[in-house]
T-cell receptor, first 116, second 111 residues
């Protein structure tokens, strides 16, 4: 089945530093990847849609300059949280849709970010 | 505006019982309705999905019932097991665009 990986699975950083999270589709090509944020016991909140080779589309209220998204290849998208602050602490999850345009999104295992 | 409404927020079921989770949507353009299962600290995993031209889909112990006229769909878990204890999310999308997720249901199956 389709597998999506994320790295790292958890990260702790100091306030003011930047953190990069990688999302990879391991056995399929993903033209579209999505980045979500999830708070404890809440639903997934879509942050942005990332298409390979083009700029990401951000949801309303999501700061583009703070959450930098790059989708440089058909198997890799990265989310960089710049100048992280404690309020950025959350569970970040990516998902990928395969190249042939299937409807299903396959989710990564998530990255737990804690900003001290 | 919540595009997909999910209920109940939490559910406790006896082992062997039937778990039922309901979702309702407004946008008739939605054409794909998946259910995801999420364990604590993990990403959501696709459980089962349905399209609006089908009224029911069954995979093992999991069944989706779809009512197009009522704009509702539900997940039934037959013979619920303690290992099914997780959070379940319904979702809807159209034309292969973004998913709109429900608010989630925390299921606990007690032995």
């Amino acid at each position: 089945g389709a597998v999506v990986s994320q790295h790292p699975s958890w990260v702790i950083c100091k306030s003011g530093t930047s953190v990069k999270i990688e999302c990879r589709s391991l056995d399929f090509q993903a033209t579209t990847m999505f980045w979500y944020r999830q708070f404890p016991k809440q639903s997934l909140m879509l942050m942005a849609t990332s298409n390979e080779g083009s700029k990401a589309t951000y949801e309303q209220g999501v700061e583009k300059d703070k959450f930098l998204i790059n989708h440089a290849s058909l198997t890799l998208s990265t989310l960089t949280v710049t100048s992280a602050h404690p309020e950025d602490s959350s569970f970040y999850i990516c998902s990928a849709r395969d190249f042939v345009g299937g409807d299903t999104q396959y989710f990564g295992p998530g990255t737990r970010l804690t900003v001290l | 505006q919540q595009q997909v409404k999910q209920s109940p927020q939490s559910l406790i079921v006896q082992k062997g019982g039937i778990s039922i989770i309901n979702c309702a949507y407004e946008n008739t353009a939605f054409d794909y309705f998946p259910w995801y299962q999420q364990f604590p600290g993990k990403g959501p995993a696709l459980l089962i999905a349905i399209r609006p031209d089908v009224s029911e889909k069954k995979e093992g112990r999991f069944t989706i019932s779809f009512n197009k006229s009522a704009k509702q769909f539900s997940l039934h878990i037959m013979d619920s097991q303690p290992g099914d204890s997780a959070t379940y999310f319904c979702a809807a999308s159209f034309s292969r665009n973004q998913f709109y997720f429900g608010t989630g249901t925390s299921l606990t199956v007690i032995p």
